[in-house]
């Protein structure tokens, strides 16, 4: 390919510009769906001008005086709201009618399913923003820092939930940790704070290391990191290659794993987070359980069907300016492999539609028959299975784990954060029946990776709420100890109230929004099973269950000392502030009644998922 050529190629693939389009951006164009991280970089670069020029105490005192927070909380808040309207009106009017998008040469993808989870994660840094503005931290003097690091790690986390590429999986993944280590030792001064960060850091450091050594396993055997490629190659070579190289992939697919189990804090490399949570701040402990989890969930569906499931043909942007002359010489200068720029890959190895073998004119006596998508598919059966078994069993350890290890817990963070561990555990549930229905019933492997979105959705309002509440209490009474909640029903009864909701909407009882997702998750392995016979799907389903019940009571023993032990004689008289109650009322509204218009939910959730497969 000559260099104008693929200058000229990168300016169509960035800006898009389709013919006859007004806009400098058009509708397809990479920037145009990038437009929501873009804005996060610009509110980012903004608060660093703030740090930079030192904006007047006067200024900032007088926002803080009407808004409650300074001039970096504004520009925080203002930026997150903004990014949240953009990611839903492309969410809500995807370009191509939702059709997968190969963005950035292949780099990234956009499609339905990543415009969800951007959509909730930008929604949630707002309400983050806000939470923090209530309870105090970060103080005006750390707040650009501090808001720098959310929207960075956050930033991070949008990558995660649209990665294409290996390499790109890596750096989302380092994106997101890296800011989050320095967010758990904010609090300056404590020991346990400054002993969090350097755990989360050196376990962090040891699983990207883990990691990009799988990453350069699996690149090197099979000549490419672009996940669709991947998926392509493997089924090429799955059922000739040697058992040293199919062991090795497998080994290199673990390593990879670690990296992702790290970020979920899945058994057994869930070390940090106890310990984490309990030494941070309970706002940090809170965009730890939530964004971090709802962005690796995301990459783990991403990064497994990447690789278990043949991809169908996908779009680039503005690429109706790209002539064929310039994609075949693209292909002929093996450049994507160089910079990336796979996304025509997969025509070398399959170019008809599902279950259509290729036409015979189309090949050579050189070469073998190409592939057609439905003899791929076939063909990556086993590493489906595997990728699907791998996965249960980090679901069932974390889980069962979780549950347990939460009933010996004193202080309230490190009991969440076991609870934490235990709904990434029944979260991961819903992959192994999305990885076994994929190529036999697309219908109802959309309808099981909806399920992992609803839950996701509403994991968002109950835990947030949990930590709110907990930060709340913390700054009247100073104290984090499930033993110092004791009567809390005579100080605060509809604090409590809604934080007993809260707990056992976790739990997943009916009428609270928590039993539609675990309902949905659990109806999707039921379905899984039906479908595929496959036993282990019904042992997750047993092993879900019964986590459900055994949750019940280390929640429950918390609502008991709340509402059935006395008040501790050295208590202080408090009452919560008029603004962080209404901020409460404000999630548990959703963890209350959600159960009645979760229809809606629903159908958003299967419109994220109804081009993941086809």
């Known amino acids: 390919m000559e260099f104008q050529e693929f200058v000229s190629y990168l300016i169509v693939n960035t800006k898009g510009n389709t013919p006859g389009a007004d806009d400098l951006l058009s509708a397809d164009s990479s920037l145009r769906l990038f437009m929501p991280e873009i804005i996060l970089c610009v509110t980012i670069v903004a608060m660093l001008f703030v740090r930079l020029f030192d904006i007047s105490e006067k200024v900032d005192r007088a926002i803080g005086r009407f808004l409650g927070g300074g001039l970096a909380f504004v520009i925080a808040l203002v930026g997150s709201l903004l990014a949240f309207v953009v990611s839903c009106e492309i969410l809500t009017k995807p370009p ?49 820092d501090i808001y720098t690091l959310v929207l960075g790690s956050t930033l991070g986390m949008c990558l995660m939930a649209s990665a294409n590429h290996l390499l790109m999986v890596f750096m989302a993944i380092e994106m997101a940790s890296v800011p989050s280590y320095a967010l758990s030792g904010m609090l300056k001064g404590r020991r346990l704070s400054s002993e969090a960060a350097l755990k989360y850091s050196v376990y962090g450091a040891g699983a990207a290391g883990v990691m990009l050594y799988g990453i350069s396993l699996v690149a090197g055997l099979l000549n490419t990191a672009h996940l669709p490629t991947i998926a392509l190659q493997l089924a090429d070579r799955i059922n000739d290659a040697p058992t040293e190289e199919l062991m090795v992939l497998a080994m290199g697919g673990l390593m990879i794993m670690t990296g992702l189990a790290f970020k979920l804090s899945a058994v057994p490399f869930h070390f940090w987070c106890p310990d984490v949570f309990e030494g941070a701040s309970a706002e940090v402990a809170a965009f730890l359980s939530v964004a971090s989890k709802a962005a690796a969930l995301a990459l783990l569906v991403r990064v497994a069907l990447g690789v278990g499931l043949v991809a169908p043909d996908r779009a680039e942007p503005g690429q109706q300016l790209v002539s064929a002359e310039i994609r075949q010489s693209a292909l002929a200068d093996d450049v994507p ?5 796979e996304s025509a890959t997969p025509v070398a190895l399959y170019d008809s539609p599902a279950g259509e073998a290729a036409p015979e004119e189309a090949t050579e006596d050189a070469h073998p028959a190409p592939l057609s998508r439905a003899e791929a598919n076939e063909n990556l ?7 699907g078994k791998m ?15 939460a009933y010996g817990q004193t202080n309230i963070k490190r009991l969440l954060a076991y609870s934490t561990i235990a709904h990434a555990g029944y979260m991961m549930m819903a992959v192994p029946p999305v990885l076994a229905l994929a190529a036999s019933d697309v219908t109802a492997a959309q309808s099981a990776g909806a399920s992992l979105l609803i839950y996701i959705s509403i994991y968002l309002f109950m835990n947030l709420g949990a930590f709110a509440v907990v930060a709340f209490l ?50 999707a392995l039921a379905n899984g099973f039906q479908g595929t016979g496959q036993t282990y799907l019904l042992v997750l389903l047993f092993v879900g269950s019964i ?39 404000a999630l548990a509204v959703p963890t209350a009644f959600l159960l009645f218009g979760w229809q809606w939910l629903s159908a958003l959730a299967l419109q994220a998922t109804s081009h993941l497969f086809s």
Not at 108 to 132: C, E
Not at 337 to 341: E, F, P, R, V, W
Not at 547 to 576: C, G, H, Q, W
């Open 337 to 341: 492999a160089a910079a990336g720029i």
């Open 381 to 387: 059966a086993p590493a489906r299975n595997f990728i």
């Open 96 to 144: 191509l009618d939702g059709q997968p998008l190969e963005i950035f040469t292949g780099m990234l993808v956009f499609d339905t399913f990543g415009a969800f989870i951007r959509a909730i994660l930008m929604l949630f840094a707002a309400l983050f923003i806000f939470f923090t503005c209530l309870t105090g931290i970060p103080d005006r003097e750390d707040g650009p």
């Open 547 to 585: 986590n459900t019940a055994i949750s019940l009571f280390y929640y429950l023993r918390v609502v008991k000392v709340m509402t059935m032990d006395d008040e501790p004689e050295s208590r202080t008289p408090f009452s919560i502030p008029f603004a962080q109650g209404m901020f409460v009322v």
């Open 474 to 523: 913390r700054n009247e009474m100073r104290s984090e100890e499930i033993a110092d909640y004791g009567g809390l029903i005579r100080r605060c009864p509809g604090l409590v109230i809604m934080f007993a909701m809260m707990l056992f909407s976790l739990i997943g009882l009916p009428p609270l929004a928590g039993f539609i997702g675990k309902f949905a998750v659990f109806a």
């Open 391 to 405: 996965i249960a069993l980090f679901a069932i350890l974390t889980c069962t784990f979780g549950n347990l290890a």
